[in-house]
């Protein structure tokens, strides 16, 4: 079952949208994933460009799809806590309007390109929140990007300021890992990429900094640029690793 929630969010200071696909036979253990649109999308991009709801509907599985603009998934300038909303507000609610599963080795957040972003900044911070990340095509290295994109610089600013105070904060990924504790939780970070994407070589050096610094990672690289049909494929491969993990979790319990 697909239902569509509009709702005023404290948070962002203003009405937004999800979407909550729900198990057409709901049981237990049920796992929950906040799966992130990228930019230019929106909450619906998820369902109209793949066959996610066909592809979950037989699992034990949640999945809710937020909206975030051009956000960056970011507490932004303008006084929107994106970031805020995605790691307490969201779950909070959706948790309570649908008696979710509030199992932290059962929660997982995941998303492509700016939702790639998003997401592992999410599991890097809040790793009691997130058990793990799913990356697709995942744009990781945003310092890289405000120099590469000129052109994107008054956009840039209202997200992080100036580009002085992006490098070395925790938004600057790269940063956040080499930064970490390596004695601290940490999530497990899952990347796709294909071989033809813009992010190819920054998803590939940042899944050996992971490595480097003691996170567990696997990145599966595939033929494919940034399209939907690479993550089409993809997120069938997301539902699966998230099947083994629950069942692994469930074993340890």
């Not at 937020?66 to 300038?77: F, G, M």
């Not at 290295?141 to 997200?159: A, G, I, V």
């Not at 033809?196 to 992971?210: A, G, I, K, V, W």
């Amino acid at each position: 079952m697909l239902a569509h929630i509009d709702f005023y969010s404290k948070c962002l200071q203003m009405k937004t949208g999800i979407n909550v696909l729900l198990p057409d036979e709901p049981k237990e253990p049920m796992a929950v994933l906040v799966l992130l649109h990228g930019l230019g999308d929106d909450e619906n991009s998820w369902f109209t460009q793949t066959a996610l709801e066909r592809y979950a509907s037989q699992q034990s599985l949640v999945i809710i799809t937020p909206r975030a603009e051009r956000s960056y998934y970011q507490n932004n300038l303008a006084g929107q806590r994106y970031f805020d909303y995605l790691c307490t507000e969201l779950l909070v609610k959706c948790r309570t309007w649908f008696n979710l599963n509030a199992n932290v080795q059962q929660t997982f957040i995941g998303g492509l390109s700016m939702g790639g972003f998003g997401a592992a900044q999410a599991a890097l911070l809040h790793p009691e929140i997130y058990n793990s990340a799913f990356l697709l095509s995942a744009a990781l290295d945003m310092p890289r990007s405000w120099r590469k994109n000129k052109e994107r610089e008054l956009w840039y600013q209202t997200l992080f300021g100036s580009l002085q105070k992006l490098e070395n904060s925790e938004s600057d990924l790269f940063n956040l890992v080499r930064a970490g504790n390596r004695e601290s939780e940490k999530p497990y970070i899952w990347q796709l990429c294909g071989r033809e994407d813009q992010f190819y070589q920054e998803n590939c050096d940042f899944s050996r900094l992971l490595k480097q610094n003691g996170y567990q990672n696997l990145l599966i690289e595939v033929e494919g640029s940034h399209t939907w049909d690479v993550w089409d494929r993809a997120i069938v491969k997301v539902i699966a690793e998230i099947k083994r993990l629950v069942s692994d979790s469930e074993q340890l319990r």
